[in-house]
């Protein structure tokens, strides 16, 4: 997959909407691609908006989306989570920083009463609802058992006591979803922060101004932990 823009054209940096957005605000304002309180996009419908940078503009997306557009080549550089990384696994991408930020896990749930051992005689085969079917596929490969995938983009909490699955495997925080819905966690299949994203043809094709936006996110981190 190429990258296929103007070597004037200012980088694109995608971001993912919602709480790693928030969470993110501070690096970015580190990093000086936002002034002191600017909100990001705020009071715009835009998708689309410059930084404080001349030569970098922003686009929001969703989550699931940003290592796409990455892959892709309309975006040359983004935040995503581990757990999209880890479900897409795209060649074009390269991940060069951990940002700490977005601390979550993919994990298994299950109805408080479900008492039966996955990978047992009785659970060789289960139906798993998630909006992760790569991870939930090789996760349950290894351990021998056929997993029937149900895919779903949301609502995953339902779907046990809908009888559309047994279980789930979902993205967790706090838990309070799960226990508000009958389930509980019981098992982490990979704990998930958020990484810095770069297509690998643009980090050949414009070197210096992808690895000046690398040490900007760097610096911006060190400078956190200070």
């Known amino acids: 997959m190429s990258c296929h823009t103007s070597p004037n054209a200012p980088l694109i940096l995608a971001l993912p909407k919602g709480r790693i957005l928030k969470a993110l605000g501070p690096v970015l304002e580190r990093a000086g691609l936002f002034s ?8 715009t419908r835009s998708l689309r908006f410059p930084t404080s940078d001349p030569n970098l503009d922003v686009v929001r997306v969703r989550s699931f989306d940003v290592a796409t557009f990455v892959a892709y080549g309309g975006a040359q550089i983004g935040v995503c989570g581990a757990d999209v990384l880890m479900e897409f696994d795209y060649p074009e991408i390269y991940a060069p920083l951990d940002l700490g930020i977005g601390a979550c896990r993919v994990s298994i749930a299950r109805p408080k009463n479900m008492t039966e051992t996955i990978g047992d005689a009785a659970s060789s085969q289960i139906r798993v609802a998630t909006k992760y079917p790569a991870i939930t596929r090789r996760h349950f490969a290894a351990r021998g058992v056929n997993a029937e995938i149900v895919h779903l983009h949301g609502a995953m909490e339902l779907a046990p006591n809908l009888d559309l699955a047994n279980i789930i495997v ?6 309070s979803t799960l226990r508000a819905n009958g389930l ?4 982490v299949i990979a704990h998930v922060t ?18 000046a936006l690398i040490e900007r996110f760097r610096n911006a981190l060190q400078e956190s932990a200070a």
């Open 36 to 43: 002191d309180g600017q909100g990001i996009g705020e009071g």
């Open 170 to 175: 979902d993205l967790v925080d706090t838990g």
């Open 184 to 187: 509980h966690e019981t098992e």
């Open 194 to 211: 958020s990484r810095l994203i770069v297509n690998r043809v643009a980090l050949k094709t414009q070197p210096e101004a992808i690895k």
